[in-house]
């Protein structure tokens, strides 16, 4: 009853969809390619290391959210 909600800032969106690839990720990822000049960086509080995770409920409320995603493989198994 979640879903991952990867975040990326990113300013070659070619070398990002690469990498989606090469990942075979299964959630959602979304990208702004204006990288640290994103107003995304302000409106989620981002921290400057990216991709983020986010873990959210049916509801829409933010379970756990981290940029290291063995955190998040840890509080899946929780």
């Known amino acids: 009853d979640f ?3 990867a ?3 990113d300013h070659n969106r070619k070398f990002w969809e690469a990498a989606l ?3 075979n990720t299964r959630w959602v990822n979304v990208v702004d390619t204006r990288g640290k000049n994103s107003p ?7 921290p400057n290391h990216l991709p983020y995770y986010y873990l959210i409920d049916q ?4 379970m756990m959210k981290s940029g290291d ?3 998040v493989q840890n509080a899946l198994k929780d």
Do not use: D
């Open 21 to 23: 690839e090469v990942e």
């Open 40 to 46: 995304l960086i302000t409106l989620y509080n981002l």
């Open 7 to 9: 975040v990326s800032l």
């Open 59 to 62: 509801k829409g409320n933010i």
């Open 69 to 71: 995603f063995s955190e």
């Open 3 to 5: 879903e991952i909600f």
